[in-house]
Each structure stands twice: as C-alpha cells, then as structure tokens.
C-alpha cells in the first residue's frame, strides 16, 4: 500500500499506519498471537465510484482458551492503478478486545 492504512482505534493496536508492512507487524503482528485462530472473512464487495471499493465483513478469531468470536467490520479501500493504495477499517473494536483478554 502506498498509502497510510488506518485500522479501527479502539481495535487491539489500531490506529494510522505509514505503510502496510507496518500495520500487518505492528498491528496484525502483536494481535495473531493473542488467538489460535484470527482471520478476515470478506462477506460483500460495493464498487463505489471506480476509485473506492467498500467491503463487509468479520473478522473470525478463536481465542486461547478456545471462544470463537466474529467482530464485523467495513473497509473502504481506495484503488488506484489497479492497486490497492489505501485502506480505512471500522471495526466491532468491543468484541475483538473481548476475545483477545479471553
């Protein structure tokens, strides 16, 4: 991503990041190891006007002691070139934090 992606505050180690290397270590990275099992399942894609694209979805986590969870979520990606070059996550922050303390 060329861009800054802006994951859910509030979701575990949210907040703006300054490239995509940075949010998957420094957010997803701190946060996967908290779970057994943590992944995005995109449910619906939305073409909003050719340069944004808007995704529904949950994330699906099953925490150490063996809760799952499913937190929604919606992304805006923003296209550019045919690449993916900005991503702002809203996110259901209380029930990922929830699972992460299970």
Sequence with gaps: ?????????????????????????????????????????????????GDHVFVRGHCHAVSKSGAESDARFIHLWTVSGGKLTHLVQAADSHVVQLAANN
Excluded: I, Q
């Design 1 to 49: 991503m060329s861009d800054s992606p802006n994951l859910a505050l509030g979701f575990p180690y949210g907040g703006v990041y300054k490239t995509w290397a940075g949010a998957g270590g420094d957010s997803f990275g701190r946060l996967a190891p908290r779970f057994t099992s943590f992944g995005a399942v995109a449910e619906e894609f939305y073409d909003a006007d």
